[in-house]
């Protein structure tokens, strides 16, 4: 829970999940014990102790933690593999790499690039790419490059293949920060890392297009929006997180979308911190945030 | 603003509605003023001060009330029909007659008498109506009629007539305290009297059946519930009231179910008291709260 | 994170507290493993993993548990206190018993009641003890026994001896909701059990007397409500729960403490539930609350 | 209610108080309407319909406004200075000049260059001042003027009346946006406009200096911000809008001011807002905020 700003050196991340059964904690912590790390946070989730999954997520610390990590992996390995836990270690010390893809509205964009600068979003920002060119002098303003891309063309293929160009092995995860181009399955099977978008509802409401306008139709006392991972079914991925805002019969649909902002740009922050801290695990089309 | 629980004797509400224009609220306020009318609150809106519809809830205080009115409605009546304007005038020391319909779950209903009890709804409750029994000792105990309704024929004509017979003449609104039967189109034609409901989901997420099951299958991170009209499409009239609760992937289906209990009654008891205070103006399928 | 409403047989809950130092996860889960529990949560907090104190909740199943109860604390006594490690571990099975002091206002007690015929509070309730007797009826129709105790000396100590009498062995904590006497030092010496209050304000600010009226004159924008374990500082307890609403220049003193009252009954539950449940536990004049 | 952006040529803000009496509404929209105007917006209160004070404010749109102004001040002066009532009117087409002061944390500052930039503060920002110069370079990529006046000397007379040079004639309001110097009283008699401070609590909680390591000490489970007028008496000025974020035991010092800081940005951001579109109505120590 201590804000990532904090030293990591030395830290690792253990992310462990499978079928649940007696004696897993034990033995991940003896893992831990036996190789000098020392426990800093653990969180755990079993969706039924009897026959569930489980899921754990262990911060520990440990001295020269980059010397040993081989060998902690490999009794990662031998002691979880045996259980039938499948397990992710992650050294705290590198950062991930975000690429952002917006389009014209700049509220989550620029969330994201001032809270990394404030030192409260654990990533590096390689590249932001936009089909548009309104928000190039801000990002560039950050120290960050800038590449237009633009969506011309009927099908997209030809832009779509050019983003992929740009960020393969140069990202571990991307968000999509109001990017309003929908991108295609062959975009999604080839990009090889998550995606992050935030929709302008409070999904499942108002899935699709013009949310603000139906939720004005719809007479709604609560705006919403929420952050998801990205998947083949448009706004049908697994829901990170999700806040509203209040309000009233006096608002038009452009208040709700003025008012909305500030709620898209809050729960996008929040899913991006906690998937770069590794805190959001999918479990099927649901997600376990610790 | 002030509570109903305070005197309201000697005080009338005036809903004024219609297209608005130059000079309507002059034309209110001069009627009030020249029928020794005071203003104790005014709240209005208008959806476009050009060609718009413009909605205005004024209470006032006036000496010998009920002597009055006649005189004040005769003289609305030369003021505002010619402006195109509707309105009611309510005089507030008569409370509302609320019938209460529920199935198994208490946990609205107790809500709603309870407050009641307490001075918190301007309301009297001339009886509340099960298809079950579970609640009807509790309901005695607040020294209010209960009447058993069972729902066992397939068509549900014979409950609904017996239900119309006990409303008829005796109520002013009919509230939906978690009563699960769906009412027929017939019964609403001839009810005579709005309905409130409440619905166990942010609609328009989850319409329908079992919304907290759905919930925790699409992973949401807040649940809500919502109060609006009931109309003859289910979970489609005006919306009166929403709101909502944060839940994480530990609760099951069932600890959403439990935790939305509090939403659903806290949602329903506002919507019930604005209604009651004639806070709530229907527009089209929207309404308009002051 | 389930609800206390499912079963807890053959559940215990075991509570570890002391100075962090490396191994401690690993030496706890080895000590239920090698008793044949299965761990269904575990939650942690280090205030600082290198040198600071370290606590955790773990809750396991056991089949058998009562049986096997004896050998498990003899194995956490050998295993946790060479590690300086204190402890306690609670049956899961046996509810905790709670009584329940109150004067007149009623909010609190009701929701309290209700909450545990609901099944949503783990406690038994052998008692509600208040200076007054309005609420006696209520209380007994949920089939609990009610005792009054005047509080008319000057010095109250004839009042709190009575009411020692009545805990004395029957009790396992004590919930003040809205009990309006300021307990005397003698009386917390000698209760031997905690105590649960509600303030109604949002602490620190308004400590003391008629917070509700202080607030409406500051001016404040949002009104609170503090849970916290009493202490012989007045309103210093440690803290438990807050929350609190929104307010405006058109609320009353009278107003707010009517609003007031849903916030005070929130807070107290959830406080009294978390209690039931030893998630919280005491730190200084802190909480951690799991 | 609708967004400031929207078109407000033509229109005026007129805010009338005074001892309540009959037919003041009605006076009032007399005026408007024998002037040719026409209602947009009414919200007025009345601490007490016989004998307190009442408080309206009436946005509404007049063709031509400019030169009718001085003709209906006259109307206005004639109409509701018998009546006792004092009155402002503003001509809403002429954007009020915000100056900033400002220390180092940028977050208050950003947010509000940001949001005026977006269309969303109906204001000019002619200046910011700053006793540092970390944000001179982003102040200026705003395209706003960014003054440096250093706090050095122990009585600050020097640099207070540089900062009355720059502001005078050339400000109608100032925001202090986390500016760390205590204004002395000399420097509030002269600036002759008001200020408005964000306060890094829930005031009147952690009254001073270091809140939120206060905060953390006493573990509090909510922190807040609060937004006030800037009075002789440091932190008890009338206080506009109040915001609080949850927190648990897991929160270091250094987290709740990061947290806080979220906080901060919002509730000073919606005061300058309800300020700078004369909502916001002064009443003693209290503030009436429409």
């Known amino acids: 829970m201590a804000l990532h700003s904090q030293a ?13 059964r007696p004696g897993i904690v034990s ?22 102790p009897t026959g569930g999954d489980f899921f754990q997520r262990v911060v520990f610390s440990r001295p020269d933690l980059t010397v040993a990590l081989p060998e902690i992996e490999a009794d990662l390995g031998r002691t979880l593999e045996p259980l039938g836990l499948a397990w992710t270690l992650t050294d705290r010390s590198v950062p991930k790499r975000m690429a952002i893809l917006v389009s014209t ?13 404030r030192g409260e979003l654990p990533v590096t920002i390689p590249m932001v790419i936009s089909n548009h060119t309104n928000t190039a002098e801000d990002v560039r303003s950050f120290g960050v490059p800038f590449f237009h891309v633009p969506s011309l063309d009927p099908d997209k293929s030809h832009a779509e293949a050019q983003i992929l160009k740009l960020l393969e092995g140069n990202v571990d ?21 998550p995606l992050i978008n935030i929709h302008h509802s409070f999904l499942p409401a108002f899935i699709g297009a013009a949310p603000y306008r139906r939720a004005k139709e719809r ?12 998947t083949k079914d448009l706004d049908e991925g697994p829901i990170i997180e999700q806040d509203v805002a209040r309000v009233t019969h006096a608002h038009t649909a452009t208040d709700l979308q003025a008012r909305g902002a500030y709620v898209e740009r809050a729960v996008l922050s929040r899913a991006v911190e906690w998937h770069a801290e590794d805190r959001v695990i999918r479990h099927g089309n649901q997600t376990i945030v610790f």
């Open 219 to 230: 007479g709604v006392k609560l705006i919403g929006a929420t952050s998801h991972y990205v």
């Open 105 to 117: 509205s700049d509220h989550c964009l620029l969330e994201l690039l001032w809270r990394h600068r």
């Open 173 to 193: 995860f991307v968000v999509l920060a109001r990017y309003m181009q929908i991108l295609s399955p062959e975009f999604l099977d080839r990009v090889g890392v």
């Open 8 to 20: 990591q050196k030395d830290q690792a991340c253990l992310i462990v999940h499978g079928p649940d």
């Open 27 to 48: 033995s991940v912590a003896a893992v831990v014990t036996r190789n000098q790390g020392n426990i800093v946070s653990l969180d755990q989730y079993s969706s039924d």
